[in-house]
């Protein structure tokens, strides 16, 4: 599958923000979508991810309350709303698909898009 993220840009904080990503495949509601994020000099992260059927979702701690995973199975996109942006926040954000079980690992995805650059300015 092949997946094009989107959406990134510059904000200032306490600002919003919402990244797209849209999938080629029909079979999209079979994957398990994540978002992840890298920030300058340091490893990619875990941000968020979302089951084939939208039911579950799961965050990392420091995103909790402020960010929300949604999909739409019939466009074939899932979606990351940003509220309440950090300057912490300033990283690229790639949305990754994966065949299987519900993951927080990098290495668990199959599939990865291009990235969207995120700069949240304090």
């Known amino acids: 599958v092949q997946l094009q993220a989107s959406g990134g840009g510059l904000v200032q904080a306490g600002g919003s923000l919402r990244l797209s990503c849209a999938a080629s495949r029909r079979a999209f509601s079979t994957y398990v979508m994540g978002w992840f994020r890298q920030a300058p000099g340091k490893e990619r992260e875990f941000v968020a991810a979302i089951s084939m059927s939208g039911g579950t979702t799961v965050y990392t701690d420091s995103v909790k309350g402020r960010f929300t995973i949604s999909r739409d199975n019939t466009k074939k996109t899932v979606y990351l709303q940003m509220n309440s942006l950090k300057s912490e926040d300033t990283a690229v954000y790639y949305c990754?698909?994966?065949?299987?079980?519900?993951?927080?690992?990098?290495?668990?995805?199959?599939?990865w898009g291009q990235g969207t650059e995120v700069t949240v300015s304090s």
């Open positions: 990754a698909a994966n065949e299987g079980l519900m993951s927080r690992s990098v290495n668990r995805y199959d599939y």
